[in-house]
């Protein structure tokens, strides 16, 4: 069982990887600056894990700061290693993530996201820690032209969010000497193990509803509005759209259960543990499309609560489908989603239920 630096892991789905690499065993220390998220959530892993104060103690390190701040990220690493116990592998979550935001705050996306990545990198390789898991996304891939969507189609990200996600991707295949990127699986000439993950929609909670996705003020993404919606903190759902090229004509989408994401990360860290130094380059999706309209109905019956809608003018910058081809996770991975829109609409309206403001309110 390995120590783990898990970069902004008490945010969405970093809390919900925490759960499951806790229950395969590891050690985790958590660095989170919470500007996106609530040490509540930290506090509820505990609960779902049943870990006491003196496990907690070992077992889940949390320190507050910034994944920019290379003193702090010093002093993470030589910490475990005057313990006796370096750390063996990072996850990286922590990044800005909203599309709109970053139109408004480019030079910020940069820098949270590229710099961020760039110090966590050279921490990593002064102390010899050379394995990565990276948060991408399939947001790269902009407005696609083949559907399910490959590893191997073009990148071209159209917002700044976006160009950052590329940026650290083309900078981790310089630092795995993959110098003629070619995607999917190359071998690292610098002894690096680096997994670079592209996450489709992610979804849901926890079944145990104690953690979810907490969005601050209003949610831009379809799933947490439609659970404001079903909860009564909002009126009614805007649908960006009814004339798309798709069969109800609504936007479609690959979402993705948490609880599969989560699942993901940890058969990509036991692949890049159990192999030679590479770079690995993965789409994680379900493979399956649903419709604006589809999700609707879907979390009426997993809530039994009316969703009322209006259809509304396309958002600028939507595509209208994006779906992943999800095969080479399987052949890489062994690994497939297993919950579909069913268990997504259940558990996170389990969530959302038993947290009608989320962890706000709750000090931990
Ligand atoms: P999130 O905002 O819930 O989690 C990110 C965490 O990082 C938060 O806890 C936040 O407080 C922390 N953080 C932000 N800036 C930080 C900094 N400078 N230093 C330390 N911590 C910092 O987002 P999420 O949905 O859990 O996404 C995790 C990662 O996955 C992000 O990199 C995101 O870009 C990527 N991703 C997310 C989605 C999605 O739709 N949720 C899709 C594709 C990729
Ligand atoms: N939608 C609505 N009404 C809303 C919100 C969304 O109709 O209030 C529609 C959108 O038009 C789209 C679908 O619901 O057709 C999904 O939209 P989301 O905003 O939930 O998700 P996106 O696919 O637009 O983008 C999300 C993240 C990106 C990430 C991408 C792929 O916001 O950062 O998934 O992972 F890159």
């Known amino acids: 069982m390995a120590r783990l630096l898990i970069t902004g892991g008490a945010g969405f789905i970093g809390s919900h990887t925490c759960v499951v690499l806790l229950e395969a065993g590891h050690n985790l220390l958590v660095l989170d600056n919470f500007s996106n998220s609530s040490p509540v959530a930290l506090e509820r892993l505990k609960s779902i894990l049943n870990l ?5 103690a070992s077992r889940l390190q949390v320190f507050q700061g910034d994944v920019r701040d290379i003193d702090l990220l010093e002093k993470i690493f030589e910490k475990s290693e005057l313990q006796s116990s370096p750390i063996e592998a990072v996850i990286h979550f922590a990044g800005l993530k909203a599309v ?53 189609a073009p990148i071209n990200p159209i917002n700044p969010y976006g160009a950052s996600k590329a940026a650290v991707e083309m900078m981790l295949a310089d630092v795995a000497g993959c110098l003629k990127d070619r995607g999917i699986k190359q071998a690292s ?11 489709f929609n992610p979804v849901g909670a926890h079944p145990s509803g104690c953690i979810g996705e907490d969005p601050n003020g209003v949610p831009n993404n379809l799933f947490p509005y439609v659970s404001q919606v079903a909860i009564g903190r909002r009126g009614t759902l805007q649908v960006f759209g009814s004339d798309w090229p798709t069969s109800d004509g609504t936007g479609i989408r690959d979402y993705i259960h948490v609880m599969d994401l989560a699942e993901g990360h940890k058969c990509a860290l036991d692949a890049l543990v159990g192999s030679g130094p590479q770079l690995l380059t993965l789409n994680l999706g379900s493979g399956v499309g649903s419709s604006v309209l589809e999700v609707i109905r879907a979390f009426e019956t997993a809530s039994g ?36 829109l069913n268990e997504i609409c259940r558990d996170g309206w389990a969530w959302q239920f038993a947290n009608p403001n989320g962890y706000k309110g709750e000090v931990a």
């Not at 710099?115 to 102390?127: I, N």
């Not at 000439?189 to 996450?199: D, E, H, K, Q, V």
């Not at 809608?309 to 062994?334: F, H, M, Q, S, W």
């Open 100 to 152: 709109e935001e970053s139109v408004h705050d480019p030079l910020g996306y940069w820098d949270v996201n590229v710099s961020g990545s760039r110090t966590l990198l050279e921490v990593m390789d002064k102390h010899d820690c050379k394995t990565l898991v990276f948060s991408s996304s399939a947001t790269l891939y902009g407005y696609p032209d083949i559907v399910p969507i490959p590893e191997s």
């Open 52 to 56: 006491n104060d003196r496990d907690s």
């Open 189 to 199: 000439t610098t002894g690096w193990r680096i997994a670079r993950l592209r996450y």
């Open 305 to 340: 609560r009316e969703v009322p809608y209006k259809i509304v003018e396309r958002r600028p910058g939507d595509a209208a489908i994006t779906v992943a081809d999800p095969t080479l996770a399987y052949k890489c991975l062994g690994w497939r989603t297993r919950r579909g």
